[in-house]
Protein backbone atom coordinates (compact mmCIF):
# COMPACT_ATOMS: atom_id res chain seq x y z
CA UNK A 1 0.00 0.00 0.00
CA UNK A 2 2.80 2.48 0.96
CA UNK A 3 4.24 2.14 -2.71
CA UNK A 4 0.83 2.47 -4.68
CA UNK A 5 0.24 5.32 -2.10
CA UNK A 6 3.96 6.54 -3.01
CA UNK A 7 3.25 5.50 -6.78
CA UNK A 8 0.10 8.10 -7.00
CA UNK A 9 1.99 11.29 -5.12
CA UNK A 10 5.04 10.67 -7.89
CA UNK A 11 2.44 10.49 -11.16
CA UNK A 12 0.67 13.18 -9.98
CA UNK A 13 3.56 15.55 -9.59
CA UNK A 14 5.90 14.16 -12.24
CA UNK A 15 3.13 12.40 -14.71
CA UNK A 16 3.42 8.69 -15.79
CA UNK A 17 6.43 9.16 -17.95
CA UNK A 18 8.44 11.49 -15.20
CA UNK A 19 7.30 8.78 -12.72
CA UNK A 20 10.49 6.04 -11.93
CA UNK A 21 10.68 3.33 -9.65
CA UNK A 22 13.32 5.81 -8.17
CA UNK A 23 10.91 8.41 -7.76
CA UNK A 24 8.70 6.20 -5.78
CA UNK A 25 11.04 4.69 -3.56
CA UNK A 26 12.39 7.82 -2.88
CA UNK A 27 8.18 9.51 -2.26
CA UNK A 28 8.14 6.09 -0.06
CA UNK A 29 11.08 6.46 1.73
CA UNK A 30 11.82 2.66 0.64
CA UNK A 31 14.91 0.98 -0.56
CA UNK A 32 15.19 0.33 -4.27
CA UNK A 33 15.10 -3.32 -4.09
CA UNK A 34 11.90 -3.59 -1.87
CA UNK A 35 9.97 -1.60 -4.86
CA UNK A 36 11.68 -4.46 -7.70
CA UNK A 37 10.37 -7.39 -5.56
CA UNK A 38 7.00 -6.33 -4.96
CA UNK A 39 7.07 -4.97 -8.47
CA UNK A 40 9.67 -6.21 -10.98
CA UNK A 41 9.04 -2.93 -13.30
CA UNK A 42 7.27 -0.14 -13.75
CA UNK A 43 4.63 -1.07 -15.60
CA UNK A 44 3.38 -3.74 -13.47
CA UNK A 45 3.65 -0.69 -10.30
CA UNK A 46 1.42 1.00 -12.68
CA UNK A 47 -1.33 -1.14 -13.38
CA UNK A 48 -1.19 -2.32 -10.19
CA UNK A 49 -2.15 1.43 -8.85
CA UNK A 50 -4.33 2.05 -11.50
CA UNK A 51 -6.17 -0.97 -10.36
CA UNK A 52 -6.11 0.10 -6.84
CA UNK A 53 -7.33 3.13 -7.53
CA UNK A 54 -10.19 1.44 -9.55
CA UNK A 55 -10.82 -1.10 -6.96
CA UNK A 56 -11.13 1.58 -4.47
CA UNK A 57 -13.45 4.01 -6.43
CA UNK A 58 -15.94 0.53 -7.04
CA UNK A 59 -15.84 -0.53 -3.65
CA UNK A 60 -17.08 3.18 -2.56
CA UNK A 61 -20.03 3.41 -5.25
CA UNK A 62 -21.14 -0.15 -4.16
CA UNK A 63 -21.26 -0.07 -0.61
CA UNK A 64 -23.59 3.34 -1.28
CA UNK A 65 -25.73 1.33 -2.67
CA UNK A 66 -25.65 -1.26 -0.23
CA UNK A 67 -28.38 0.75 1.81
CA UNK A 68 -31.38 -1.55 0.96
CA UNK A 69 -33.99 1.26 1.78
CA UNK A 70 -32.64 3.22 -0.90
CA UNK A 71 -35.00 4.21 -3.72
CA UNK A 72 -34.06 3.77 -7.13
CA UNK A 73 -33.22 7.62 -7.41
CA UNK A 74 -31.91 7.92 -4.32
CA UNK A 75 -28.95 4.42 -5.62
CA UNK A 76 -28.58 7.16 -8.53
CA UNK A 77 -27.74 10.21 -6.00
CA UNK A 78 -25.77 7.46 -3.98
CA UNK A 79 -23.59 7.20 -7.07
CA UNK A 80 -23.02 10.59 -7.77
CA UNK A 81 -21.87 11.19 -4.16
CA UNK A 82 -19.42 8.68 -4.40
CA UNK A 83 -18.10 9.20 -7.67
CA UNK A 84 -17.39 12.72 -6.15
CA UNK A 85 -16.21 11.57 -2.21
CA UNK A 86 -13.08 13.16 -1.19
CA UNK A 87 -11.49 9.79 -0.27
CA UNK A 88 -11.73 9.28 -4.74
CA UNK A 89 -12.02 12.41 -6.23
CA UNK A 90 -9.02 14.36 -5.06
CA UNK A 91 -6.84 16.24 -7.33
CA UNK A 92 -3.99 14.21 -6.31
CA UNK A 93 -5.98 10.58 -7.90
CA UNK A 94 -7.44 13.04 -10.43
CA UNK A 95 -4.50 13.57 -12.13
CA UNK A 96 -3.37 10.40 -12.11
CA UNK A 97 -6.55 9.08 -13.79
CA UNK A 98 -5.90 12.14 -16.38
CA UNK A 99 -2.20 11.05 -16.83
CA UNK A 100 -3.57 7.36 -17.85
CA UNK A 101 -6.34 8.93 -20.04
CA UNK A 102 -3.40 10.91 -21.55
CA UNK A 103 -0.97 8.94 -22.34
CA UNK A 104 -0.97 6.82 -25.47
CA UNK A 105 0.96 4.24 -24.22
CA UNK A 106 -1.18 3.88 -20.69
CA UNK A 107 -4.67 4.00 -22.63
CA UNK A 108 -4.79 0.19 -23.12
CA UNK A 109 -3.68 -0.78 -19.73
CA UNK A 110 -6.37 1.86 -18.85
CA UNK A 111 -8.77 -0.31 -20.64
CA UNK A 112 -7.74 -3.51 -19.51
CA UNK A 113 -7.58 -2.84 -16.23
CA UNK A 114 -10.32 -0.06 -15.84
CA UNK A 115 -13.07 -0.80 -18.19
CA UNK A 116 -15.10 -3.62 -17.20
CA UNK A 117 -15.40 -1.52 -13.61
CA UNK A 118 -16.57 1.18 -15.66
CA UNK A 119 -18.83 -0.61 -17.27
CA UNK A 120 -20.39 -1.86 -14.19
CA UNK A 121 -21.45 1.18 -12.80
CA UNK A 122 -22.44 2.38 -16.05
CA UNK A 123 -24.75 -0.94 -16.18
CA UNK A 124 -26.04 -0.07 -12.89
CA UNK A 125 -26.98 3.13 -13.70
CA UNK A 126 -28.58 2.40 -16.46
CA UNK A 127 -30.80 -0.08 -14.67
CA UNK A 128 -31.30 2.90 -12.06
CA UNK A 129 -32.40 5.25 -14.87
CA UNK A 130 -34.53 2.17 -16.28
CA UNK A 131 -36.45 1.83 -13.25
CA UNK A 132 -37.12 5.38 -12.47
CA UNK A 133 -38.16 5.82 -16.14
CA UNK A 134 -41.14 2.79 -15.34
CA UNK A 135 -41.92 3.85 -12.06
CA UNK A 136 -42.13 7.48 -12.35
CA UNK A 137 -43.77 7.60 -16.41
CA UNK A 138 -41.21 8.77 -18.43
CA UNK A 139 -41.32 6.55 -21.41
CA UNK A 140 -40.01 9.00 -23.65
CA UNK A 141 -36.50 8.65 -21.93
CA UNK A 142 -33.88 6.15 -23.18
CA UNK A 143 -32.04 4.55 -19.73
CA UNK A 144 -28.87 3.28 -21.41
CA UNK A 145 -28.50 7.13 -23.39
CA UNK A 146 -28.91 8.78 -19.64
CA UNK A 147 -25.61 6.04 -18.61
CA UNK A 148 -23.55 7.09 -20.99
CA UNK A 149 -24.41 10.95 -20.35
CA UNK A 150 -23.94 10.05 -16.69
CA UNK A 151 -20.35 8.88 -16.98
CA UNK A 152 -19.69 11.81 -19.65
CA UNK A 153 -20.81 14.56 -17.11
CA UNK A 154 -18.66 12.79 -14.73
CA UNK A 155 -15.28 12.64 -16.79
CA UNK A 156 -15.82 16.23 -17.77
CA UNK A 157 -16.43 17.73 -14.68
CA UNK A 158 -13.54 15.37 -13.27
CA UNK A 159 -10.88 17.23 -15.61
CA UNK A 160 -12.89 20.42 -15.02
CA UNK A 161 -11.94 20.02 -11.55
CA UNK A 162 -8.23 19.33 -12.32
CA UNK A 163 -7.93 21.96 -13.94
CA UNK A 164 -10.23 24.87 -12.20
CA UNK A 165 -10.07 23.91 -9.17
CA UNK A 166 -11.35 27.26 -7.74
CA UNK A 167 -14.00 26.98 -9.89
CA UNK A 168 -15.06 23.39 -9.50
CA UNK A 169 -15.71 21.63 -6.34
CA UNK A 170 -16.71 18.38 -5.44
CA UNK A 171 -19.64 19.54 -3.99
CA UNK A 172 -21.25 21.96 -6.72
CA UNK A 173 -20.43 18.79 -9.10
CA UNK A 174 -22.47 16.42 -7.04
CA UNK A 175 -25.21 19.29 -7.07
CA UNK A 176 -24.75 19.77 -10.61
CA UNK A 177 -25.40 16.05 -12.01
CA UNK A 178 -28.41 15.63 -8.89
CA UNK A 179 -29.86 18.95 -10.88
CA UNK A 180 -29.22 17.19 -14.45
CA UNK A 181 -30.82 14.16 -13.48
CA UNK A 182 -33.63 15.65 -12.00
CA UNK A 183 -33.68 17.98 -14.96
CA UNK A 184 -34.12 15.20 -17.45
CA UNK A 185 -36.58 12.51 -15.04
CA UNK A 186 -38.24 14.74 -12.88
CA UNK A 187 -39.53 13.53 -9.81
CA UNK A 188 -43.40 12.35 -10.33
CA UNK A 189 -45.27 14.09 -7.88
CA UNK A 190 -47.89 10.93 -7.04
Known amino acids: MQLIEATITSISKHGISGTTLTS ?36 LWMSKLSKS ?11 VDAQFDPSVCSRKKLAV ?20 IDMERQDVCADLFQQIITAEGHEQRDAEGCARALEGLFDGL ?10 FTRKDAAVQ ?3 HINAILPASST
Do not use: C
Open 24 to 59: VTKEAGLSLGLVNFHFKSKEVLLTETLRFLAEEHRT
Open 69 to 79: NLSPRDKLFAI
Open 97 to 116: WFAFFGETAQRKSYRTTSSD
Open 158 to 167: WLNMLLYPAK
Open 177 to 179: VRT
